[in-house]
């Protein structure tokens, strides 16, 4: 057995390649990335610089499967083969957003060991989970704050600077082959980012294949990058190759950078256009794209690609049987050879990695549901004295309740019951909306299983939901809260929940009666049967009846109905969860996908008849019709 560790040198390393990678934007059809070939390798920590409108951020959303908000053009080869995309390697894959997403409540090391479990193979053992996360919190800088909450904008936690290197270290805990990283350094003071790259500089000595949105480096944090790629305007190439090489291949192209400036923001000026040549000529940005495509630094790419290429289409040498050179050995921590796989070998390495059992997820969800409870006992606190208020002000207006008056107390205690259980419900899944969207974003995200997760947290909320009679309806109303929360923002969240209880009140069968209920349409009688407080009122009147000896026993069909329709709404949040808020994900969204397929039925359709009819050719007619 391996032990698993931050320094181990990567067996599974991934070179990504990408020829004339392009992306429109839908439905508009802008270009927002043009034609960008090059590639990004295992060991080197690439950045991607450009003024703001560049397509920085798209290059790393498209490169990383993300990009669904456009159609993207062009090919992506993985380690020099074709034929599969980032998407098949979550296991190996690593995305840090440009937001600090991560929870408020607990504190950095629970955080870290929480994400390691979850995402290391299943066979890493207690040990091997702690020492990765230490080296993590050690490479980061975070020993101090290592048991201090995270805290957000209502809670005091650490500073942003340490958030940005926690966001880091979510994903490094993983251990991944290739990080993505969206912006680390942005909002950062020059040392703090020194810091981050470092740590990224490290692992990538180990096989990491880091590529990086970087914004006005300092001198020293542009001397750790290995590789640039600018973009200019609108996507467009202007340079890619080793950072040491940048500023001596624009100065031979005219440029001469002032003594004393800092050369990124020398190069910087030059892709927006903001100096002149030593001649006195101004220069455009096709100026510079044309520089670029005429350069040897670009044919010397193009030729690589074009080797990579062939050599994935006729297999002329196999990947797997070239040892890494000895200047790539330089990149290593340790000096032992390192066989670059092929894809073959690392689609079966990615099928085969033993990730964390179902049972196992949901216990690593349910612990850091309870944890979150456990660091927030105000906040239960408040739900217990909401409930208890609530019972007490029915209890005083109803404390000598009359026969003819039971069926009003009732009304006000379910409906006092929809209001506080609703509500507090509410944050279940809404308080960490975008916490789950990084978390059960495939591809390079984090792809953690949503199934654990939905189950993790309905359970962890049983204990509040303890009573009897009520507990039925607290289940029901619980459910609801979890749909709407899920379907909406926290605004239209909480407004969506109090209509929906009084909607469900209003259909109870006390004002109205139900059989005043029943001689209305289908939507009456539909709305009797899915409400909570209709189930409640007759489990509490037939329970209230015992009182005046008209009964003794408590009609447990009514505590059924509200369970049943509680799970029944809570199977319909499961799968809202997965089809909602899929481009939040970088997933293509539901409407894309109804799109995509009501054209291409068109598409046929318009087709068929245009064969049939000989009048105009299949494009225009499918043109014209489009247009309309």
Same mark, same amino acid.
């Given at each position: 057995?391996?032990?698993?560790?931050?320094?181990?040198? $990567?067996? %599974?390393?991934? /070179? !990504? @390649?990408? =020829?004339?990678?392009?992306?429109?934007?839908?439905?508009?059809?802008? &270009? +927002?990335?043009?034609?960008?070939?090059?590639?990004?390798?295992?060991?080197?920590?690439?950045?991607?610089?450009?003024?703001?409108?560049?397509?920085?951020?798209?290059?790393?959303?498209?490169?990383?499967?993300?990009?669904?908000?456009?159609?993207?053009?062009?090919?992506?080869?993985?380690?020099?083969?074709?034929?599969?995309?980032?998407?098949?390697?979550?296991?190996?894959?690593?995305?840090?957003?440009?937001?600090?997403?991560?929870?408020?409540?607990?504190?950095?090391?629970?955080?870290?060991?929480?994400?390691?479990?979850?995402?290391?193979?299943? $066979?890493? %053992?207690?040990? /091997? !989970? @702690?020492? =990765?996360?230490?080296?993590?919190?050690?490479?980061?800088?975070?020993? &101090? +704050?290592?048991?201090?909450?995270?805290?957000?904008?209502?809670?005091?936690?650490?500073?942003?600077?340490?958030?940005?290197?926690?966001?880091?270290?979510?994903?490094?805990?993983?251990?991944?082959?290739?990080?993505?990283?969206?912006?680390?350094?942005?909002?950062?003071?020059?040392?703090?980012?020194?810091?981050?790259?470092?740590?990224?500089?490290?692992?990538?000595?180990?096989?990491?294949?880091?590529?990086?949105?970087?914004?006005?480096?300092?001198?020293?944090?542009?001397?750790?990058?290995?590789?640039?790629?600018?973009?200019?305007?609108?996507?467009?190439?202007?340079?890619?190759?080793?950072?040491?090489?940048?500023?001596?291949?624009?100065?031979?192209?005219?440029?001469?950078?002032?003594?004393?400036?800092?050369?990124?923001?020398?190069?910087?000026?030059?892709?927006?256009?903001?100096?002149?040549?030593?001649?006195?000529?101004?220069?455009?940005?096709?100026?510079?794209?044309?520089?670029?495509?005429?350069?040897?630094?670009?044919?010397?790419?193009?030729?690589?690609?074009?080797?990579?290429?062939?050599?994935?289409?006729?297999?002329?040498?196999?990947?797997?049987?070239?040892?890494?050179?000895?200047?790539?050995?330089?990149?290593?921590?340790?000096?032992?050879?390192?066989?670059?796989?092929?894809?073959?070998?690392?689609?079966?390495?990615?099928?085969?990695?033993?990730?964390?059992?179902?049972?196992?997820?949901?216990?690593?969800?349910?612990?850091?549901?309870?944890?979150?409870?456990?660091?927030?006992?105000?906040?239960?606190?408040?739900?217990?004295?909401?409930?208890?208020?609530?019972?007490?002000?029915?209890?005083?207006?109803?404390?000598?309740?009359?026969?003819?008056?039971?069926?009003?107390?009732?009304?006000?205690?379910?409906?006092?019951?929809?209001?506080?259980?609703?509500?507090?419900?509410?944050?279940?899944?809404?308080?960490?909306?975008?916490?789950?969207?990084?978390?059960?974003?495939?591809?390079?995200?984090?792809?953690?299983?949503?199934?654990?997760?939905?189950?993790?947290?309905?359970?962890?909320?049983?204990?509040?939901?303890?009573?009897?009679?009520?507990?039925?309806?607290?289940?029901?109303?619980?459910?609801?809260?979890?749909?709407?929360?899920?379907?909406?923002?926290?605004?239209?969240?909480?407004?969506?929940?109090?209509?929906?209880?009084?909607?469900?009140?209003?259909?109870?069968?006390?004002?109205?009666?139900?059989?005043?209920?029943?001689?209305?349409?289908?939507?009456?009688?539909?709305?009797?049967?899915?409400?909570?407080?209709?189930?409640?009122?007759?489990?509490?009147?037939?329970?209230?009846?015992?009182?005046?000896?008209?009964?003794?026993?408590?009609?447990?069909?009514?505590?059924?109905?509200?369970?049943?329709?509680?799970?029944?709404?809570?199977?319909?949040?499961?799968?809202?969860?997965?089809?909602?808020?899929?481009?939040?994900?970088?997933?293509?969204?539901?409407?894309?996908?109804?799109?995509?397929?009501?054209?291409?039925?068109?598409?046929?359709?318009?087709?068929?008849?245009?064969?049939?009819?000989?009048?105009?050719?299949?494009?225009?007619?499918?043109?014209?019709?489009?247009?309309?």
């Amino acid at each position: 057995y391996e032990h698993l560790s931050l320094y181990s040198p $990567k067996r %599974t390393r991934m /070179d !990504i @390649s990408f =020829v004339d990678l392009g992306l429109e934007l839908i439905p508009s059809g802008k &270009r +927002v990335l043009d034609s960008v070939s090059g590639s990004i390798r295992a060991g080197d920590v690439t950045a991607i610089m450009g003024p703001s409108g560049s397509g920085k951020t798209t290059f790393l959303n498209t490169l990383a499967g993300r990009a669904s908000y456009g159609k993207t053009t062009g090919s992506v080869l993985i380690n020099r083969e074709s034929g599969s995309s980032i998407m098949d390697f979550s296991y190996f894959c690593g995305f840090v957003p440009q937001d600090d997403i991560m929870l408020p409540e607990i504190t950095v090391y629970e955080t870290l060991v929480l994400y390691a479990s979850a995402r290391l193979p299943r $066979k890493a %053992t207690t040990e /091997d !989970i @702690s020492s =990765v996360v230490m080296e993590v919190v050690e490479v980061l800088g975070l020993l &101090r +704050v290592m048991h201090s909450i995270i805290g957000d904008a209502a809670t005091r936690g650490i500073s942003g600077g340490q958030k940005k290197r926690v966001n880091i270290g979510i994903e490094m805990v993983s251990l991944p082959s290739v990080l993505f990283l969206d912006e680390p350094t942005s909002g950062l003071d020059s040392t703090t980012s020194f810091t981050c790259v470092d740590a990224l500089s490290s692992i990538a000595k180990n096989g990491v294949n880091v590529a990086l949105v970087v914004h006005q480096p300092s001198y020293q944090l542009f001397q750790l990058l290995s590789h640039v790629l600018f973009l200019g305007f609108g996507g467009r190439t202007v340079y890619l190759g080793l950072t040491a090489n940048a500023l001596s291949y624009f100065e031979g192209n005219g440029f001469r950078c002032p003594a004393l400036w800092n050369p990124a923001d020398f190069l910087m000026d030059i892709i927006a256009c903001k100096v002149e040549i030593v001649k006195g000529q101004e220069i455009t940005l096709d100026d510079l794209c044309r520089l670029w495509e005429a350069s040897e630094h670009n044919r010397s790419c193009q030729n690589v690609l074009q080797g990579h290429q062939v050599q994935g289409a006729e297999t002329q040498k196999d990947p797997a049987e070239v040892e890494v050179t000895s200047i790539e050995m330089d990149r290593f921590a340790e000096d032992v050879p390192v066989k670059q796989m092929t894809l073959h070998e690392l689609l079966a390495a990615a099928v085969t990695y033993e990730a964390p059992t179902f049972l196992m997820s949901v216990w690593l969800f349910l612990i850091r549901a309870w944890l979150q409870y456990l660091k927030q006992p105000g906040q239960i606190l408040m739900d217990l004295l909401l409930h208890m208020c609530s019972g007490m002000v029915v209890g005083l207006l109803y404390s000598n309740v009359e026969f003819h008056k039971l069926q009003e107390m009732n009304f006000m205690y379910t409906f006092a019951l929809g209001l506080t259980i609703g509500m507090s419900s509410l944050r279940v899944f809404g308080a960490e909306r975008v916490v789950f969207w990084r978390e059960a974003a495939p591809g390079a995200g984090m792809n953690l299983d949503r199934n654990a997760y939905f189950v993790a947290k309905n359970i962890s909320e049983i204990p509040r939901l303890h009573f009897l009679i009520t507990f039925s309806g607290a289940f029901f109303v619980s459910g609801w809260a979890y749909l709407v929360s899920i379907l909406l923002d926290e605004k239209g969240a909480q407004l969506g929940m109090v209509i929906l209880v009084l909607v469900f009140s209003m259909f109870a069968g006390v004002t109205p009666t139900l059989d005043e209920i029943d001689e209305n349409t289908f939507i009456g009688p539909m709305l009797a049967w899915m409400s909570y407080a209709r189930w409640c009122i007759e489990a509490l009147y037939i329970n209230g009846l015992s009182r005046y000896k008209y009964t003794e026993r408590i009609d447990g069909v009514n505590i059924l109905m509200n369970v049943i329709f509680g799970t029944a709404v809570r199977i319909v949040a499961f799968y809202s969860m997965h089809i909602v808020n899929r481009h939040k994900m970088g997933q293509t969204s539901v409407k894309e996908i109804l799109r995509d397929s009501l054209l291409r039925t068109l598409e046929n359709v318009v087709f068929a008849r245009a064969v049939s009819n000989g009048s105009r050719s299949p494009s225009s007619t499918y043109e014209h019709m489009c247009t309309f």
